[in-house]
């Protein structure tokens, strides 16, 4: 007999009123093609930001150089991960915010809940990692890092210091997850980017599986 293994979608609803970075192309849909007697299907335009809603961050998004999302090894959105709380936490993870979860088996892949419910407008006071809390992670082989808010640097940083710290460690970043309804403990997250040649982030359909 073979068990089911329980799926949580951790990935955000995209509609009209998705909060949206200040200055970002919020998301617009318009019908150009409508079921009736000339027409046989429905057909929609899309705009937005591709950083609204649950999003992969591309190096190009913080490095001039560096690569696009298609062209970004697909390994590190699909593997083990752990999710940690650190919930209310403050502007800034710390390392003591999730000490709590760090053991020596620690999977390449770790999310961080700090809302007790995600958001359904922008949040300026959003909580982002510290660097030194990315820096650690990195040190014990993380490869890929996410976060249930829209920046793993504060909304106001304009040196983005989390951001460099990742560009510098090689690592892979997934923001605005919803970790509402998942406990903390060892999953598998699938969480594939679409293949955008020239584009800075793509949006994800993240989900995670029981073990």
């Known amino acids: 007999m073979t068990s089911t293994r329980q799926l949580w979608d951790i990935s955000?609803?995209?509609?009209?009123?998705?909060?949206?970075?200040?200055?970002?192309?919020?998301y617009r849909q318009v019908w150009t093609a409508s079921i009736g007697p000339q027409c046989p299907?429905?057909?929609?335009?899309?705009?937005?930001s591709p950083h609204i809603g649950t999003h992969a961050d591309a190096p190009l998004h913080y490095d001039a150089q560096g690569a696009a999302m298609g062209g970004v090894d697909l390994a590190a959105y699909?593997?083990?991960c752990r999710v940690i709380h650190a919930i209310a936490c403050g502007p800034l993870i710390q390392w003591q915010h999730i000490a709590h979860a760090i053991t020596p088996d620690l999977p390449a892949?770790?999310?961080?809940?700090?809302?007790?419910?995600?958001?359904?407008?922008w949040d300026d006071q959003l909580?982002?990692?510290?660097?030194?809390?990315?820096?650690?992670l990195a040190d014990l082989g993380v490869q890929l890092i996410g976060i249930d808010t829209a920046s793993i640097d504060p909304a106001s940083s304009q040196t983005l210091d989390s951001h460099m710290l990742v560009r510098a460690r090689n690592m892979r970043v997934l923001e605005n997850l919803v970790l509402d309804a998942v406990p903390e403990g060892d999953y598998e997250l699938i969480?594939?980017?679409?293949?955008?040649?020239?584009?800075d982030a793509s949006p994800v359909r993240a989900v995670l599986r029981s073990l």
Do not use: C, W
């Open 78 to 80: 699909i593997g083990p």
């Open 127 to 136: 909580t982002g990692f510290a660097p030194h809390t990315i820096e650690r």
């Open 41 to 48: 299907v429905n057909v929609s335009t899309i705009e937005m």
């Open 109 to 121: 892949r770790v999310l961080l809940r700090t809302y007790a419910q995600a958001p359904q407008h």
């Open 12 to 26: 955000a609803p995209i509609h009209h009123s998705s909060p949206v970075y200040p200055g970002d192309t919020p």
């Open 191 to 199: 969480a594939l980017p679409l293949k955008l040649m020239q584009a």
